[in-house]
Every structure is written in structure tokens, then in C-alpha cells.
């Protein structure tokens, strides 16, 4: 089945240690998105990547690191430097040449 | 500043009847817009999209309507059903296909359906 995975589903962090959150997609799609929720903010964009070894910040990229060494994989790293990086993180992937976004079903962080 | 906007945080109707969900958009280039449907600790699931070039889009029990001149568009749901129970977020992107990038996201509007 085709489709966009995102694991852990549920991460603890000690305060000040980087962790890093997996999202994986067999959709072949070119661009991926990483969101973050927050309880009344809606989902707003911390960084996103339309071609491999490319990447763009987006509203709150910072304390946060990206990478995207291939087509199927976005991994978001939350640095010691994000103030407050408890959150629910959801990945998104899209074609370029398509229409809607579609979600993995998120990582819940929590910094203890 | 935001650019696209959901006013209403809850919205409470009853089963059978019409629910109205509204979004605005400040963004004179976004021309691509989308409904997302979210239950709690889960990805958002698209739920239908409309482009500039209409003013309505039909699918099922949803409608969405765009307005370009007032810059809002609404989500419509007759009847609605318990299970529609969620929270809905409006979505807008400049360029069809994400040729623009990204998809910018409204506050949403949690929808509860009584029975």
C-alpha cells in the first residue's frame, strides 16, 4: 500500500538532547512538508523540501534541522536549541504536478 | 500575520441538519484551496479541494464554496452525521499542483454533530 510513515508515534526527550523523527513515503512524490501542532495554532510549517539535497525554512524553522538525501525520506531533527518542542508533529508528502497533501498520522513529542 | 483564517474555534450542530464551516484568506495569489478532516492524534485526511477557476465544488455530502472578491471560501456538510465529528482545517496554496509549494494553514474549526 502506498502511503506516507511516520515513526515513533509517541517520543520522550530529555530536555537539552536532539532527537530526530522519522517520515518515510512510497508515493514518489517529489515534495515533503513537515508540520507542527500545537493545541489552537492549527498546523504551521517548519520546513519543507521540493527535490532531493533541498530544503526551504518555513514559519518556525528554528531549533529545528532537516535532511533530505533521498526522495522517500524528510527526517526532522528537534534540536536542544527549540524552546519548546513538545508538540504533535505531522509529515506531509506531494506531488508537484498533483493536487492535495497527504499526512502521515504524526509523532507526539514530549519533553520531560 | 495570518493568511488564512478560521474564526469560528467550535461549531456545534445536530445530527441531519447543515453545518457550515467558513474560512478567509488575505493572500490575493492563493489559488488553490482544500478541506482537511482531523481526529485527535491522527494525520489530516483530505476531504475535498476547489481552484480559482470555480466557485463551487460538489462531492457527496461536502460542498465547498469560494468567493474570490470577499476572499472566502465554506465547507458545506448536509446532513450532517455523528461521525463527522472532527476538526476541519481550510488549506490554501499558490499554483495548482504545489508548484508554488506549500500549503498554508487556517486554526480549524472543531465541528462536534449531536445526535
Known amino acids: 500500500d502506498g502511503g506516507i510513515t511516520q515513526s515513533p508515534k509517541y517520543l520522550f526527550r530529555k530536555e537539552g538532547q536532539n532527537v530526530t523523527l522519522s517520515c518515510e513515503q512510497n508515493l514518489n512524490h517529489d515534495a515533503m512538508y513537515w508540520y507542527r501542532q500545537d493545541p489552537g495554532q492549527g498546523l504551521r510549517l517548519i520546513y519543507y523540501s521540493q527535490i532531493v539535497n533541498d530544503f526551504q525554512k518555513g514559519d518556525i524553522a528554528e531549533g529545528y534541522s532537516v535532511s533530505r538525501e533521498k526522495k522517500e525520506s524528510f527526517p526532522l531533527t528537534v534540536t536542544s536549541a527549540q524552546k519548546n518542542p513538545t508538540a504533535f508533529y505531522l509529515c506531509a508528502s506531494r506531488d508537484l504536478g498533483g493536487t492535495e497533501a497527504f499526512f502521515g498520522q504524526g509523532t507526539r513529542l514530549t519533553v520531560v | ?115
Not at chain 2, 23 to 52: H, Q, R, V
Not at chain 2, 63 to 76: E, G, P, Q, R, Y
Open chain 2, 1 to 115: 500575520d495570518q493568511q488564512v483564517k478560521q474564526n469560528s474555534p467550535s461549531l456545534s450542530v445536530q445530527e441531519g441538519r447543515i453545518s457550515i464551516l467558513n474560512c478567509d484568506y488575505t493572500n490575493s495569489m492563493f489559488d488553490y484551496f482544500l478541506w482537511y478532516k482531523k481526529y485527535p492524534a491522527e494525520g489530516p485526511t483530505f476531504l475535498i479541494s476547489i481552484s480559482s477557476i470555480k466557485d463551487k465544488n460538489e462531492d457527496g455530502r461536502f460542498t465547498v464554496f469560494l468567493n474570490k472578491s470577499a476572499k472566502h471560501l465554506s465547507l458545506h456538510i448536509v446532513p450532517s452525521q455523528p461521525g463527522d465529528s472532527a476538526v476541519y482545517f481550510c488549506a490554501a496554496s499558490e499554483g495548482y499542483g504545489g508548484s508554488q509549494g506549500n500549503l498554508i494553514f487556517g486554526k480549524g474549526t472543531k465541528l462536534s454533530v449531536k445526535p
